[in-house]
């Protein structure tokens, strides 16, 4: 199982650019890089999902270097609301074996 | 709305007691998932099923089960509570298994007294 590290926590400020970086050294070929965020006493929502490269959406980016060994979640000019709890998971879509979600990055933004 | 929902939203209940949390999936998603996560803690992995069958078990204790039915929908039935079985339960729906996208439930706080 492909095991990711994240900070545990991180301050930025309104209007900001925030990247967060996860660590997955065991990362397997098939398995994809998914982002969630979570607000308190909320179910996680997924953020966004890639392979390799960047892939970007309507809320975040993501970046995945070709040795795919670390990705960075990157999220543009952050809101108070933006502060949540942002987790990286690693894994392979259809595959039999569940994620482990970690402790996740808990983001603090400032006004 | 993630299209998942979740009963009861909260739930009090003395220890020693059993109770049922049910979920409903979004529309046409054949996996579920329930999580347990206590206060300040990361989400842990009870229990997958897809299709109605049983795919993957985490850490799921034998006083917990869980099933689902023939319209998807699961229920988690928890036995014998703890004061430490105290948690918020999400349950979550996807079209596959494994990692890919998945929609959670607004998840239901347990309360063990």
């Known amino acids: 199982l492909a095991k990711t590290t994240q900070p545990i926590s991180m301050d930025s400020y309104e209007g900001q650019e925030v990247n967060i970086t996860c660590s997955h050294n065991?990362?397997?070929?098939?398995?994809?890089i998914t982002w969630y965020q979570q607000f308190p006493s909320q179910g996680p929502r997924f953020i966004i999902q890639?392979?390799?490269?960047?892939v970007t959406n309507e809320v975040a980016s993501l970046f995945i270097p070709a040795d795919r060994k670390s990705s960075t979640l990157s999220l543009p000019r952050v809101s108070l609301s933006d502060t949540a709890v942002y987790y990286c998971?690693?894994?392979?879509?259809?595959?039999?074996?569940?994620?482990?979600w970690g402790a996740g990055t808990k983001l603090i933004i400032k006004p | 709305d993630s299209g998942v929902t979740q009963t009861p939203k909260h739930l009090i209940t003395a220890t020693g007691q059993r109770v049922t949390l049910r979920c409903s999936p979004r529309?046409?998603?054949?996996?579920v998932y329930w999580y347990q996560q206590s206060l300040d803690q990361g989400l842990q992995f009870l229990i997958q099923?897809?299709?109605?069958?049983?795919?993957a078990k985490g850490n799921i204790l034998e006083r917990f089960s869980a099933q689902q039915f023939p319209d998807l929908h699961s229920e988690l039935n928890l036995s014998s509570l703890e004061l430490g079985d105290s948690a918020l339960y999400f349950c979550?729906?996807?079209?596959?298994?494994?990692?890919?996208?998945?929609?959670f439930g607004q998840g239901t706080r347990l309360t063990v007294v």
């Open positions: 890639g392979y390799k490269t960047k």
């Open positions: 998971l690693v894994g392979a879509p259809d595959s039999n074996y569940q994620l482990i």
């Open positions: 979550a729906s996807s079209t596959r298994q494994g990692n890919t996208e998945a929609f």
């Open positions: 065991n990362i397997a070929t098939n398995d994809y």
């Open positions: 529309s046409g998603d054949l996996s």
């Open positions: 099923y897809y299709n109605g069958e049983e795919r």
